[in-house]
């Protein structure tokens, strides 16, 4: 049975995405990128589309936003308006 994106595990891997931002302020990156480099390295592998569920709800948060061109979308932490 797949997570619910509003499960404790999808919760755990936006805490962690949001933690390498805080990290790494000027992290910006795709959302292949992300799963490779931005979740932490001693957990398994997650599915794109778990990352792009987690990505989603930050972006509904106003935590991040998603810049770059429709065909290489990027996303970073939310800039100041």
Same mark, same amino acid.
């Given at each position: 049975m797949? %997570? @619910?994106?509003?499960? $404790?595990? !999808? @919760? =755990?891997?936006?805490? %962690?995405l949001l933690g390498y931002l805080q990290? !790494? +302020?000027n992290a910006m990156d795709t959302l292949e990128g992300i799963a490779g480099w931005? *979740? +932490?390295h001693h957990r *398994?592998? *997650?599915?794109l589309e778990r990352v792009a569920q987690a990505? #989603?709800?930050l972006e509904a948060r @106003?935590?991040? %936003? #998603?810049t770059?061109? $429709?065909e290489r =979308?990027?996303? #970073?932490i939310r800039r100041a308006r």
């Open positions: 797949a %997570e @619910e994106p509003d499960g $404790p595990e !999808h @919760e =755990q891997l936006c805490n %962690e990290d !790494h +302020p931005w *979740v +932490p *398994v592998p *997650v599915d990505l #989603r709800t @106003e935590l991040i %936003e #998603r770059g061109s $429709p =979308q990027l996303f #970073r």
